[in-house]
């Protein structure tokens, strides 16, 4: 007979199916040709339509969410070193419409396969965008949700990227 363990789901998830917490990437896409970067921690990686693809979740505010819907493509950038934990911050609270974020945070902008990427990265993930919704009121089944994180009104955009690429450092 077997016997099984509970276990913190915190203890058995790596990479990038550990959005959240100490885990974050940068959101980085292309519109005509300027590129613009953000922090997110929302996310994870799901099988959908018979693609293995990445979810995140942007703010109907967020200047990078432009750069998303014109491109269709972006890429998460994983920079897990300690170095790059002030970046996570300002790159998570300064818009990309006042400043060159990405100049400004000393980071890079590389490309593969015209998708822009950070180079300083551990991980990157390419993504294909293949469904966009806008989270409603209507639809979250636990007020509390609202309470939380939507007083203003700023709802998420969920993103659902078909994964083309990984990369690793």
């Known amino acids: 007979m077997h016997v099984f363990q509970p276990v913190e789901l915190d203890d058995i998830l790596e990479g990038a199916f550990r959005f959240g917490g100490d885990?974050?990437?940068l959101l980085t896409a292309q519109k005509e040709d300027k590129v613009n970067s953000m922090t997110v921690a929302w996310g994870g990686i799901v099988?959908?339509?018979?693609k293995t693809c990445a979810v995140v979740f942007v703010r109907e505010s967020r200047y990078t969410k432009e750069f998303i819907d014109a491109s269709k493509r972006f890429s998460l950038s994983f920079l897990n070193k300690e170095e790059y934990k002030d970046v996570k911050n300002y790159m998570g609270t300064v818009s990309g419409r006042d400043e060159n974020k990405i100049?400004?945070?000393?980071?890079?902008v590389n490309y593969h396969e015209d998708i822009p990427f950070?180079?300083?990265a551990d991980n990157v993930i390419v993504c294909k965008?293949?469904?966009k919704q806008l989270m409603k009121e209507e639809c979250c089944v636990n007020g509390r949700i609202i309470a939380d994180h939507y007083r203003d009104g700023d709802y998420h955009y969920v993103y659902i990227a078909e994964i083309k690429?990984?990369?690793i450092r």
Request: proline share 0%; hydrophobic share 50%.
């Open 23 to 25: 885990t974050w990437a």
């Open 47 to 50: 099988y959908v339509w018979n």
């Open 103 to 108: 100049e400004k945070a000393g980071l890079t």
């Open 118 to 120: 950070i180079d300083e």
């Open 129 to 131: 965008v293949l469904y």
């Open 165 to 167: 690429q990984v990369m």
